[in-house]
Structure formats: C-alpha cells, structure tokens
C-alpha cells in the first residue's frame, strides 16, 4: 500500500520548515543514526552544506547522541540542538582534519584540530538547550593531539546560545578576531584536560557575554590578543564563574591589547587563583576597563593587576614587542571572602608604571597568617615572570601591594582578617598621585604598621579610622619620598601615627586636622 499523502506532507513539513518560517534541515534525512555509535560527520555536514547553499537556515540536531568528527559552519547557518541532542565528539583524532587559518597569531603552535569549526563566516550561531561533549579524557598530549570544542575564526554576527558543553580536550570556546558575537546562557563544565578555558575571546570586537554558567579547568572566560589585532568593546555580565585557575582575565597574551572591556554583575566561586586577572606582559595597551558587581567566595586572591615584560611575539621571527601600558582601569562594588594569605598584587615595572586605577566600594576578607618577616620582604621585579597573583611569594601586604602606580585611589576600601596577621594592610612602593579615602582595617596584636610607603609622591591619607590597639599607622621610608598629607583621619586608638625613616626629607608629612588623643 502507497503511503498515505498527509503523512508525506506532514514528513517533508518537518525536515523543511522551522518555526518562524526558517528552512530546516534534519540531520537524520541525510543519514545520521542517533546512537551515539554512528559516525555522523559526513551526514551533519551534507546537511550544513546543503543549508548554506539554499541562502541558509536551521541544521537540526534532534534527540539521541549523534557521534562525528569536525563539523564546518558555513554562512547563513545556525546549528540547533534539540533539548534532548547530544553532540558528541569521536575520539578518533583522525577525524578532525587540520584547518590551519589563513588569520596568524600566536595560536598557530596550539592545535589546528576542532570539533566545531568556522572561518570567514557571516551570520551563524549555534542554539538550543542540547549538549555538545567533547570528550577531553580521550585526547592526551601535547596542543596538537587535542582539538577546541569550537573554534570561530575572522566570522562576523556569531550567536551562541543556551547550549551546555562537557568536557573539552582543550579551550571550550575560542572566538579568534571575530566580530559581533554574542554569548548568552551557555553552560561549560570541562575540568578533563589541561588548557580547559571556558571562554576565550581572542581579538574580537564588540562581544557580549550574558547569564553563561561556567566551570573550567583552566580560566573561565579570558580576553586575549594573540595577534596585532585589539580586543575591544566587550561585556560580561551576569554570570556564575568557578575555575582551577583564574575567573575573569583579560591576558596572558596581550600583543594587541585590550579597550573598553566591561565585566559586572558576576557571581564567582571555588577559584584557585585570581577572581579578577588584568595582565599586560606581551606588549599592547589596557586601556578603560571597568569590573564592577563582582561577588567572590574560595578564590586565591580578589585581585591581581600586572604590568610586566615577558615580550613574547606573537609569530616566529618577529622582534620583541616593547612593554605595554595599563591605564584607566576602574573596579568597584566588589565583596570577596575565603581569600588565602598571599594578598593582592597591584605591580607595574620601575620605567613602566600602571596608570589611573580606582579601587572603590571594596571589602576583602582574607585568611591571615601572615608573619612579621614577610612584612619586612623584598619583593623582587620579576619582569619576564608567567604572570599569576602569587608570583611574588607572600606579600608584605595582607591587602594591597602596590608597586609602581601613578594615579591610584583607594576608596572606601575595607579589609577583614579571618586570622591574625602580622603584615600591612597596605604598603605602596613607587606610588605616586595617590589618595587613600576611608580605609577600614583591623590590626592585629604586635603586627606591623597598618601602612608602610616607600618612596611615594603627593600621597593623601584622609577619613581612616584605625581600630583601638593599632601600635604604628604609617611607616614612612624612602630618600624618594615627598609630599605625603595625612588629613581627617581619627587616630585615637592609635598608639603612634608615623615612624619616619631617616632618609626621607624633612618636612614630606603634613598632618591636617586630624583628630587624636
């Protein structure tokens, strides 16, 4: 018996139309067996082929596991996944043929390998609440013998949306000198392989990253500039971070640079090193970049601002680059607690100064532990050092250590202790055009002064209200020194308000109305 005509009708309905009058083109009518066993690579791809030749559309991807190698998104395409699809990589990695692009960064020594893969492509996106599964534990070795879960490249108006990522052999996500891209409710948990980034936005332009639920291996969602090319006018908002390394980090790589970044309203936890990472050390500028709404509980320390000179080049054969500039940088509205004892690590180099950073609305609450022998430490340079908030060891500040910055503000800033801790609250060294506005600090029995400068310039102390018991406020030090003001601070529990070197000029302290005993 001939099949019935509306059951013909009703076929072709569903593997033609989508919602909204979208052409559709289900994967399973061009082969591909939802098993999870059957290599679907060839069958996804004829659809996507197909799809972009007819001027787009929708590539479906409906429930079961559907197993392939590396899948090509071309122009016009988006790749749906059904609530119930499983996208799930093979471990066969003679299945993910080599695309090296024709975009140079330093991305050319990682892997040429990925499970999902554009190039020069123009209005795609990948949606839907289904899972893609990379299946990191299978690929062991060296960058080359582990692909990307999704790799875009110089592609324009990318969407991805609501869909959840597992286990990646390398970066989750890396979005290489794209432009307008936008990231919105994607979930990534990936801690089986190294270099497990969740996000890597990599000399794009005008990104917007919202409501994504990450947990990663390696940093969460990380800017870089891995080529000549800035990255620029990107947001992050409203996302749930956790990370074996760093949360939210614009660096390692930074040739081109990083302008206008925003990054608010985030949740973050469980994080080993930073919470917040801002790193220049391959040249390249930082320039206008605001973190605000930042919540953190477990991380390694709230933090780390670097300003460094590893000069590595982007491409073989290149000079090196020349150090960078870190510059207008604001963070505020920030709450952290479970820090552990290093500190906070705010360090440009001696010739190289972070420029204009603003650190208000701020409560730290840190382990302690700290020792008076740390208090006293020489913290070296480190110029060409891999960057990471305990490179320089314990600080001498359980807070804030501050070493060349010019144009600094501190306000509002309060610090908790869980433990006691002999160090500073806060030393600055090389500080120059500071203000320090409304600091609360505790202090702990026979610990250090609660400040220590050492050669600073045009320096203002104002508002702070030492607790009772603080022995020494500021220890002053520093042939360098001058014009520091300590003006409306209420140091009645203080037992001395200044310790002044010797080499420091007569006359660098005014004290302004301040009131005392």
Known sequence: MSPKPWLLMLVVVRSSIAPGGEVLHDIRDYGAKPDGQTLCTQAIQKAVDDCAAGGGGVVYVPPG?????????????????????????????????????????????????????AEKAQRIAITGRGVIDGQGASFQGPYKVRPYTIRFIECRDVVIEGVTIYNSPMWVQHYLACDDVRITGVTVRSHVNHNNDGIDIDSCHRVLITGCNIDSGDDAIVLKSTSAR????????????????????????SNGGFQNIVM????????????????????????????????MSGVGAPIFIRLGNRARPFQEGMPKPGVGTLRNIT?????????????????????????????SNIRLSFTGGGSLKEA?????????????????????????????????????????????????????????????????????????????????????????????GTGLFLKLQGAASRAVTLTGNDFCGVSAVTQIGADVPRGTVAELANRTN
């Open 376 to 468: 006293s430490r020489s913290i070296p340079e480190n110029p060409d050092k891999y960057p990471e908030y305990s490179m320089f060891g314990n600080l001498p500040a359980y807070g804030f250590y501050c070493r060349h910055v010019r144009g600094l503000r501190l306000a509002n800033v309060q610090l908790q202790l869980a433990g006691e801790d002999q160090r500073h609250a806060v030393v600055f060294e090389d500080v120059r055009d500071a203000t320090i506005d409304g600091l609360d600090v505790p202090h702990s029995n026979g610990a250090a002064s609660l400040l220590r400068f050492m050669n600073v310039q045009n320096v203002v102390v104002r508002g702070c209200t030492p607790p009772a």
């Open 65 to 117: 596991k559907f197993l392939c190698g590396t899948i090509v998104i071309k122009s016009g395409v988006t790749l749906r996944l059904d609530d119930a699809a499983t996208l799930l990589a093979t471990r066969d990695l003679a299945q993910y043929p080599s695309k090296v692009p024709a975009y140079r960064s330093f991305t050319d020594t990682y892997t040429d390998k990925s499970l999902i893969y």
């Open 331 to 359: 963070i505020s509205d920030i709450e952290a607690t479970g820090s552990d004892r290093t500190g906070c690590a705010i360090a440009g180099l001696p010739d190289a100064n972070i420029e204009n950073l603003t650190l």
């Open 264 to 295: 608010n309203t985030c949740a973050i936890y469980d994080t080993r090193l930073a919470g917040i990472a801002l790193e220049i050390v391959d040249g390249g500028m930082m320039d206008r970049v605001v973190v605000t709404g930042i919540t």
């Open 230 to 253: 800035l990255c620029k006018d990107v947001v992050i908002t409203g996302c749930v971070l956790r990370s074996t390394c760093n949360a939210l980090k614009l660096g390692t790589e």
